[in-house]
């Protein structure tokens, strides 16, 4: 009877008290995930004053700390009509200040090193607003007592841990002009240039070459530094001036969980990312003239398209390129356009890129190399922990 009486007493602690320590036990799990992501934020910040400048001065730093919450309103979409022309116009503001605030950290830079030090800081500001929205998360759950807003982010907190570290690591690559997994697109399209070529748009080039015996005007950002370039318009002018009537488009694509990381796939339309103003320029223009668009992706994941490329991705390289030669061999096409989508961080405008771009990723694929080894070695002596 006794027995009985104490078990009912736990019970009801358990009841009263038990939600209260999990509560407790998971805010000090979030909190402590949450320090590591402010050390994210400040060693993005870090990385990118240092690419200025050896030694950022003080001023430097509050500066760069207040712009990091910089922010762009999106249109209002109530009305659809006419919302591209609005978002491009929003996005162009948002380069402007950008640069104006580079400007501000070293008056004295310009070319290639402003436009490192703007891509730079998109990573370093993608790291602080992951911070940010997780201490938000947090502070209201604490507030709130609000067991289910501290479950979600517990949920989703693996993930975002993944994405901050991966912008700290994109930060480094963009704010030096080192070849991301995104930079894949354009370095395939630099290994069919012979020539720098022309620039259409803002920092978009396109040469005319040879291919298979054929003319074919070959597109992308100008490198090598971090740029993206309004590819968007610069295809647009190009298919008006040059009459194209068939376009290869060749751009990195998120492969799904189990898919091996730099494969190559086939498909058509036009595979370009981002919040899709670009795209639909391409996409009005193809569509009005009835251009068949070719598609060549490599595949890799979404963590893998920001931080330094892997070897496997650039391995794809050879299959992409032997395909796309394919492809320009069988059209019947008169005036060929391949277009290499993505940022061009550290792909110059010629096949010489190829090799520089490996010089550039050796010291990265050495430490890829030994973390696949520490974890293979980790596998292998599990059962010794």
Same mark, same amino acid.
């Given at each position: ?25 998971? #805010? ?31 001023? #430097? ?8 919450? !910089? ?10 009509? /006419? ?33 490192? *030090? #703007? ?20 502070? %209201? ?9 501290? %479950? ?17 690591? =994109? ?5 030096? /002009? ?47 530094? *971090?740029?993206?370039?309004?590819? /968007? ?15 290869? =488009? ?11 990381? /730099? ?8 595979? %370009? ?28 994941? !979404?963590?893998? =398209? ?5 070897? *496997? ?17 069988? *059209? ?54």
């Amino acid at each position: 009877m006794q027995g009985d009486m104490w078990s009912f007493l736990f019970f009801i602690l358990l009841f009263i008290f038990g939600p209260k320590l999990y509560m407790w036990q998971m #805010m000090y799990k979030l909190e402590t995930e949450m320090k590591k992501l402010e050390g994210y934020a400040h060693k993005a910040e870090s990385i990118l004053l240092k690419s200025i400048t050896e030694k950022p001065t003080k001023e #430097m730093k509050v500066k760069l700390r207040h712009f990091m919450d !910089f922010f762009i309103t999106e249109p209002v979409n109530l009305d659809p009509a /006419g919302i591209i022309n609005k978002l491009d116009y929003v996005i162009n503001e948002g380069e402007r200040k950008f640069e104006e605030f580079a400007l501000e950290l070293d008056p004295k830079m310009k070319g290639d090193a402003l436009a490192n *030090s #703007m891509m730079g800081m998109k990573g370093a500001l993608g790291a602080t607003q992951i911070f940010k929205i997780v201490r938000h998360f947090i502070i %209201m759950s604490k507030k709130t007592n609000n067991l289910q807003f501290a %479950m979600i982010l517990q949920m989703q907190l693996p993930l975002l841990m993944k994405i901050a570290k991966a912008q700290v690591k =994109a930060t480094h690559a963009l704010s030096n /002009g080192i070849p991301i997994g995104d930079t894949i697109g354009p370095l395939i399209a630099a290994s069919l240039k012979t020539k720098e070529g022309a620039e259409i748009v803002k920092d978009v080039v396109m040469s005319q070459e040879k291919i298979e015996g054929k003319k074919v005007y070959v597109m992308k950002s100008k490198g090598p530094a *971090s740029r993206l370039g309004q590819q /968007g318009e610069a295809v647009k002018r190009v298919i008006i001036k040059h009459k194209i009537d068939y376009i290869i =488009a060749i751009d990195a694509a998120a492969k799904m969980e189990g898919e091996k990381t /730099g494969s190559v796939a086939e498909g058509v339309g036009v595979p %370009m990312g981002g919040v899709g103003v670009q795209r639909f320029k391409i996409e009005e223009c193809i569509a009005d003239k009835k251009i068949p668009v070719d598609a060549v992706i490599v595949k890799e994941g !979404f963590v893998e =398209a920001s931080i330094p490329m892997k070897k *496997s991705i650039y391995s794809s390289i050879w299959p992409a390129t032997d395909k796309i030669k394919s492809y320009v061999k069988k *059209s019947k096409a008169k005036n060929i356009l391949i277009v290499g989508v993505g940022n061009t961080s550290g792909a110059g405008n010629t096949k010489s890129a190829v090799k520089k771009a490996a010089e550039l990723l050796k010291k990265d694929w050495d430490a890829y190399d030994k973390k696949k080894k520490e974890e293979a070695q980790k596998k292998k002596n599990w059962w010794k922990v």
